[in-house]
C-alpha cells in the first residue's frame, strides 16, 4: 500500500516530473514548474525581453511562475537556456551562431533542459515566439486580441529545429499594426513599428531616407538657379518642376554622397538609406543619360549607374550601410548588362498589376510584364526587395477581395529571388482599411512562413476577432472573390466603387450575409462592433454609386420639395458614420480625411418651398429655388402625373455659356391664376418668369423674359428646356410634328427596347408644334413652341418607360419667350391633318457622331483649374478652359454609353488650342479611361513643339466599344513656360465603320 501510495504522489507533483510517460518534456504541472529560464548575464535587451516575454506567457498559459536567473550561477537541473548562454557547452550543445543571421534560431531539447538560441538581436526572441506560437498555440490576432490556451500541464516534445527566416525583411505596412509587440511576435520587423527599440529593433531605414529622396539629396530650391544642369533634361530644356536628377552628372554624385554621408552620421542606428527617384516621371534625356537607357534598354540603366557610384562612395566610410533603390514605373524593366553593387538592394514595385489574380499565373495584362521583370532583376542581384500593394488607395474601405493572392504571390516572389517584401497598406494615423487586420495577420503569416496554411489562418483569425458570425464573415469574403473572378475583373490599386464586381445582385447578397452575421451577434459589443466593420464598405458602395440603394428619392409634402427623410440612403450613412467614428478612423483614401467625407455625405440635399396652383383639370407646383422647375403636373380626372417626378420640367437662361439659373435668387410673388418669378443676375441681366393655368382646362403657359440692365453688347441669350414625361413605352406612343404648312406623324413601335434611342430635329425639319401621344392610354402632351426654337431633341428611355424632350432657342435677338403645354385627353382629330393616318415607322437611326454640348463635360475644380468659355472661333462658339500648370483630368466626357452600339467600335478624337509660349516639353496629354477595368483604352501626349498655337486642331485618341464606366479626359503636362493654357472645343465620337 505504501508503495502504490508513494507513486501516485510522485507522478501528482509537477515540481517532481520533467517527463511525461510518452517522453514529452513536462514543464508545468498544476501551476508548478521546476523549470527556471537561464540567461546569459551578458545577454542583450532583446534577449532579456525575451526572457520576460516567456516568463510571462508561460505563467499566463499554466499558472507557474519560471524564475528568470542569469549563466553566473551553477546550472539548475532542470532549464531552458535562452541564447548564447555558457551553460550551452556543460550540456553538451554546439550551435553555429554565425549561420543564423540576425534572427534565425535554434529549438533543442537535450536531457531536462530546453535549449532557445538564437542570432543577434531577434533570433532567441523570435525563437521564444516560435515556441509559444508553433508549440503552444499561442496567437496574437491583433494588438488588442490575442490566443493564449489554457493548460493544467504543460509540455512539448522532443525538439531539434534550425529556423533561419526565408525573407530579411517582412514589414505588413497597415498603421493596425504598427504596435511593437505585435510586429516582435508575429516575427515581423516592420521597418514603421513603434516601441521596439529595446525589445528587438526592427530593419530600420534612414529617418530622411526611406524612399523617394532625389530631391531631397539634390534641392531643386537651393541648386536649380545656378545649376540647371544638376536637373532632368526634357525635350531640350531642364526641368526643375515634374523632373528628376540627371543621373550623368559627376556633381550631381558628389552632392548626393555629402548629403547621404551627412544623413548616416545623424542617424548611425539605420542600416538602410534610400537613394531613389521621385514619386513620378520626368526621367533624365540628356545626351549622356539617353546614351545609358538606350543601351541598357531601360532608364534603370542610367538610374543604377547613379545609385553605384553613390554606394561604392559610401562603402569606403560605411561599408556596412545598404543603398536601396526604386525599380518603378519607368525604372522597372532591368538594365541589360549594369548589376547593382553588393551594397546596393533594388526594390522592384508593382504597382501595375493586377491584384485579384496570381503574379505568376494570370496570362494577361501586366501580370506578364511583371513576371518578366522580375525574373530579369533576379538575374542580375541575388538581393532583391519587393514593394508589393496591398490596398486600394483612392477607397481604403472599398471592397478589395486580393486575399486570395497574398500567399501565392509571396511564394512567387521568394521563389524569383526576393529578399524582403513590404506590403503598402492603410497607413492612415485612424487605421481600419478595408479587412486591414486580417490582411495584415495574414501577410505576417506568408511572410514568416509561405507555407503557412491559409484556410488555418483564415480559420483561426475569424473565430477569434467575430466570434459566432464567423462563419457568415467567412461566406461574405468568398461571395466577394469568387464575383471578382466570375466578372473577368482584372483589379487595380485604383479600382472605383463602380466596378463591375461590385454589381447591384452582389451587394444585395451580401447585404443579407452581413445583417443576418450582426444579427447573430447583436448581445456582443465587441463582436457587433467588429462585424459593423467588415459592414463598412459595402454601406460606402451603396453610398458613393447609389447601387442597392438608389438615388435619394424627392417628395412634395406640405407645398415642400426636397428629400424623403426615409430614404434608405440617410439610414445607410447613419450607420457608416456611427462606425466610422467608433473605430476613430482617420481616412477614407490616402489623400482625404474621413472627417472630409462624412461631412459631405452628411448633407441631405435642401428642401425647397414648392409654389401651388391648380384649376378643375390640373394642379402643378414651381420650386422658385430651382429656377422655376415644375417637379410634378397632375391630371386630376385621371390622378396621373404627365411629369416624371422628380426630374419634372426645367428650364435654364444661357448667358455667356453659362447657366444663369444655377446662381441666380428668384423672388416670387402669386397674383391669381399666376406664379410670377424674378431674379437679378450676375451679368447685368435680370429673368423673369410667369406661370399660368388656362381657367378650366389642361393648359399651362410659361413665359420667359431675358432683359439687360447694362449696356454690353452681344451675348445674345439662349433659352434651353428640357422636361421628362411619363407617358408610357415607346410601343404605345407616336410623335408628332407640324404646323399649318407641314406635318409629320411617326410611330415608336420600332424602337429597340434594351437601349435608349435619340433623335434630333431642326427647326427646318418640324413646325411650332408637337404632340406626343398614348394612343391605347388616350393621353398625351401637346407643345407650343417659340418661334425662335432652333431644335427639338427627344430621348426615349424604354427601361423607365419615360421621354425626355428638349427644347432649344439660341441667339434669336428675341428676349421674350412662351411656351404652352396642353395635357391631351381626346383623339387629336383637329390637330394632326387627316388623323388616324398611318404613321411613318421613327427607326433608332445611330447618329455617325456624337459630341457633348458645354453641359455634359465633366469639371474638375471648376473655376480654378476648369471653367467654360465662350469664344467664337471655337466650331461651336463655346470651349472648356485649362491653365498649363497643372497635370489634372479637368475636363472629362462621361459619355451614355447606352446611347452607343455596344457591337460597334468607336474612333475618339478631341480639339484643342493651345496658348503656347515655347516649343519645349509636352502641351497636353488625353485619352480614354475604363473605370471598370481600371485601365486606359488609348491615350496620347502630345509635345510642344508638334502643335501650331492659337489653332484649333483635332487630334486623334483611340479606338474602343463602348461599355459602361468609361469616359474621355485631357489634362495638362505643368509645362506653363510652354503652355499658357489649354482650350478644348469638345470631344468626338465617330462609329468607325461609318
Excluded at 157 to 176: G, N
Excluded at 833 to 853: N, S, T, V
Aim: with cysteine.
Amino acid at each position: 500500500m505504501n508503495r502504490i501510495g508513494f507513486l501516485f504522489l510522485f507522478l501528482s507533483c509537477g515540481t517532481m516530473l520533467s517527463f511525461s510517460a510518452n517522453g514529452d518534456m513536462i514543464l508545468c504541472n498544476q501551476g508548478k514548474s521546476g523549470y527556471s529560464i537561464v540567461l546569459s548575464s551578458h545577454a542583450p535587451s532583446p534577449e532579456r525581453h525575451a526572457a520576460k516575454e516567456l516568463q510571462r506567457f508561460l505563467q499566463e498559459i499554466s499558472g507557474a511562475m519560471l524564475p528568470i536567473i542569469d549563466d553566473s550561477a551553477a546550472l539548475p537541473s532542470r532549464a531552458i537556456l535562452l541564447g548564447e548562454n555558457r551553460h550551452l557547452e556543460t550540456i553538451g550543445v554546439d550551435i553555429d551562431f554565425k549561420s543564423l543571421g540576425k534572427e534565425g534560431y535554434v529549438l533543442r531539447t537535450k536531457g531536462d533542459y530546453l535549449v532557445i538560441a538564437g542570432g543577434k538581436p531577434r533570433g532567441t526572441l523570435y525563437g521564444i515566439y516560435g515556441l509559444l506560437e508553433d508549440r503552444l498555440g499561442c496567437r496574437w490576432f491583433t494588438p488588442d486580441l490575442s490566443r493564449i490556451p489554457k493548460k493544467e500541464t504543460l509540455s512539448i516534445s522532443s525538439l531539434d529545429e534550425t529556423i533561419v527566416p526565408v525573407l530579411e525583411y517582412r514589414d505588413p505596412f497597415y498603421s493596425d499594426v504598427f504596435e511593437g509587440d505585435w510586429v516582435l511576435r508575429n516575427r515581423m520587423n516592420s521597418s514603421h513599428a513603434i516601441g521596439v527599440e529595446e525589445k528587438g529593433g526592427k530593419v530600420r531605414f534612414g529617418n530622411k531616407a526611406f524612399v523617394h529622396t532625389f530631391y531631397k539629396l539634390v534641392e531643386p530650391e537651393k541648386y536649380f538657379d545656378e545649376h540647371p544642369e544638376y536637373f532632368s533634361e526634357i525635350d531640350g530644356k531642364r526641368r526643375r518642376e515634374g523632373g528628376q536628377l540627371c543621373l550623368t552628372n559627376p556633381d550631381v554624385v558628389q552632392i548626393a554622397v555629402k548629403k547621404l554621408k551627412r544623413w548616416i552620421r545623424e542617424d548611425p542606428e539605420a542600416t538602410i538609406f534610400s537613394v531613389s527617384q521621385n514619386d513620378w516621371y520626368g526621367n533624365c534625356q540628356c545626351a549622356s543619360c539617353r546614351a545609358i537607357d538606350e543601351r541598357e534598354g531601360s532608364p534603370a540603366g542610367s538610374l543604377l549607374h547613379f545609385v553605384n557610384k553613390v554606394a561604392e562612395e559610401v562603402e569606403k566610410e560605411f561599408p556596412d550601410v545598404i543603398i536601396e533603390t526604386l525599380a518603378y514605373q519607368y525604372t522597372r524593366k532591368p538594365p541589360k548588362t549594369i548589376r547593382p553593387r553588393k551594397n546596393v538592394v533594388v526594390r522592384l514595385c508593382s504597382i501595375e498589376c493586377c491584384f485579384c489574380h496570381p503574379l505568376e499565373t494570370d496570362p494577361e495584362g501586366n501580370n506578364v510584364s511583371f513576371r518578366e521583370d522580375i525574373r530579369g532583376w533576379n538575374s542580375l542581384t541575388d538581393r532583391l526587395y519587393v514593394w508589393d500593394y496591398v490596398t486600394n488607395f483612392p477607397h481604403y474601405v472599398q471592397p478589395h477581395p486580393n486575399l486570395r493572392v497574398l500567399q501565392p504571390n509571396i511564394r512567387f516572389f521568394v521563389k524569383n529571388g526576393v529578399k524582403g517584401i513590404f506590403e503598402q497598406g492603410n497607413y492612415s494615423p485612424g487605421k481600419h482599411g478595408e479587412m486591414s487586420l486580417l490582411r495584415s495577420w495574414l501577410l505576417a503569416k506568408f511572410l514568416w512562413n509561405p507555407d503557412y496554411d491559409y484556410e488555418t489562418a483564415m480559420r483561426e483569425f475569424c473565430e477569434a476577432y467575430y466570434g459566432p458570425a464567423a462563419p457568415l464573415i467567412r461566406e461574405y469574403i468568398e461571395l466577394m472573390h469568387d464575383r471578382v473572378l466570375e466578372t473577368k475583373t482584372h483589379m487595380t490599386i485604383w479600382m472605383p466603387p463602380t466596378s463591375r464586381h461590385l454589381d447591384e445582385e452582389t451587394i444585395k447578397k451580401a447585404e443579407d450575409i452581413l445583417n443576418r452575421a450582426e444579427k447573430l451577434v447583436a448581445d456582443n459589443p465587441t463582436y457587433q462592433l467588429r462585424v459593423r466593420e467588415a459592414h463598412l464598405p459595402l454601406q460606402y458602395v451603396q453610398i458613393v454609386t447609389g447601387r442597392n440603394v438608389g438615388d435619394v428619392s424627392f417628395i412634395l409634402k406640405d407645398d415642400s420639395f426636397g428629400p424623403d427623410p426615409n430614404h434608405r440612403r440617410f439610414e445607410i450613412v447613419r450607420k457608416f458614420k456611427e462606425t466610422a467614428i467608433a473605430l476613430g478612423m482617420s481616412h477614407i483614401s490616402e489623400g482625404r480625411t474621413m472627417e472630409s467625407f462624412l461631412s459631405e455625405i452628411d448633407q441631405k440635399p435642401a428642401s425647397y418651398r414648392a409654389l401651388k396652383m391648380e384649376n378643375a383639370a390640373s394642379i402643378f407646383h414651381v420650386v422658385p429655388e430651382l429656377g422655376g422647375k415644375i417637379p410634378s403636373w397632375k391630371l386630376k380626372s385621371l390622378d396621373h402625373d404627365v411629369l416624371c417626378f422628380p426630374e419634372g420640367w426645367r428650364e435654364d437662361c444661357v448667358i455667356k455659356r453659362r447657366k444663369t439659373d444655377s446662381d441666380s435668387k428668384y423672388t416670387a410673388t402669386v397674383q391669381g391664376n399666376k406664379i410670377l418669378l424674378h431674379s437679378e443676375t450676375k451679368d447685368d441681366f435680370f429673368i423673369e418668369k410667369e406661370y399660368s393655368l388656362d381657367h378650366s382646362e389642361a393648359v399651362l403657359n410659361v413665359k420667359t423674359r431675358i432683359v439687360k440692365t447694362g449696356n454690353q453688347k452681344g451675348n445674345l441669350p439662349g433659352v434651353h428646356t428640357q422636361s421628362w414625361w411619363n407617358l408610357g413605352a415607346p410601343d404605345e406612343l407616336y410623335l408628332w410634328l407640324g404646323d399649318a404648312e407641314k406635318s409629320s406623324l411617326f410611330s415608336l413601335g420600332g424602337l429597340p427596347d434594351d437601349r435608349k434611342s435619340r433623335f434630333s430635329f431642326s427647326s427646318a425639319d418640324k413646325g411650332s408644334k408637337w404632340l406626343l401621344w398614348n394612343q391605347s392610354k388616350r393621353i398625351g402632351i401637346l407643345a407650343g413652341t417659340p418661334e425662335q426654337e432652333t431644335s427639338l431633341e427627344f430621348l426615349f428611355d424604354p427601361k423607365n418607360k419615360r421621354a425626355r424632350i428638349g427644347e432649344s432657342t439660341e441667339n434669336s435677338g428675341r428676349n421674350e419667350f412662351l411656351r404652352q403645354y396642353e395635357i391631351m385627353t381626346k383623339d387629336p382629330v383637329k390637330i394632326i391633318p387627316g388623323y388616324p393616318r398611318k404613321a411613318e415607322p421613327l427607326e433608332r437611326r445611330e447618329p455617325e457622331i456624337w459630341e457633348p454640348g458645354p453641359d455634359d463635360l465633366q469639371l474638375h475644380r471648376e473655376g480654378e483649374l476648369s471653367r467654360i468659355l465662350r469664344d467664337e472661333t471655337a466650331p461651336k462658339g463655346w470651349c472648356a478652359w485649362m491653365p498649363g500648370h497643372t497635370t489634372e483630368w479637368a475636363v472629362q466626357w462621361h459619355f451614355d454609353h447606352e446611347l452607343l452600339d455596344p457591337e460597334k467600335e468607336y474612333q475618339a478624337f478631341v480639339t484643342v488650342k493651345i496658348g503656347k509660349k515655347g516649343e519645349q516639353g509636352d502641351a497636353f496629354t488625353a485619352g480614354a479611361w475604363d473605370t471598370n477595368q481600371g485601365r486606359s483604352m488609348g491615350d496620347i501626349r502630345i509635345a510642344a513643339k508638334d502643335v501650331k498655337g492659337g489653332e484649333w486642331v483635332r487630334f486623334t485618341l483611340t479606338k474602343f466599344k463602348p461599355g459602361e464606366s468609361q469616359y474621355l479626359w485631357i489634362a495638362p503636362t505643368a509645362n506653363p513656360d510652354n503652355v499658357a493654357e489649354i482650350r478644348i472645343a469638345g470631344f468626338i465620337l465617330e462609329r468607325v465603320d461609318r
